[in-house]
C-alpha cells in the first residue's frame, strides 16, 4: 500500500484502509499461510480459463473481486475453490 493512499475500490465502491486491514485482508492473519485472495495470474491457473472468462466474470459479478490502490485485482480464494469443487 503507498504510503498516504488508503483507498481502494471494493465490489465497485471506494474504501478506505488502514494498514491493519490491509494486512488482513492480503492474508497475513491466516495461520496456514494460504493467502485468503488471489492475483489475476493464480486464478487464471487455477481454473485453467483464459484472461477474456476471467475479464468477463468479474464484468458480470459471476466472480467477485477488490482492486488494490495499484489497480489490480484480487479474487477470494473462497469462491475460486467453489468452483473447483464443482467442477
Known amino acids: ?3 498516504g493512499n488508503n483507498l481502494t475500490q ?3 465502491e471506494c474504501v478506505e484502509m488502514n494498514e491493519v486491514v490491509w494486512k488482513f485482508i ?9 493467502k485468503a485472495y488471489l492475483s489475476t495470474k493464480e486464478v487464471l491457473s487455477m481454473l485453467g480459463i483464459s ?9 458480470d459479478r459471476t466472480l467477485k473481486f477488490f482492486r488494490l490502490p495499484s489497480g489490480h485485482r484480487r479474487f477470494f480464494r473462497s469462491e475460486i475453490e467453489a468452483i473447483l469443487k464443482n467442477k
Open 10 to 12: 471494493f465490489d465497485g
Open 1 to 3: 500500500m503507498t504510503k
Open 26 to 34: 492480503m492474508g497475513g492473519h491466516n495461520m496456514n499461510k494460504q
Open 51 to 59: 484472461r477474456s472468462t476471467l475479464d468477463r466474470w468479474a464484468k
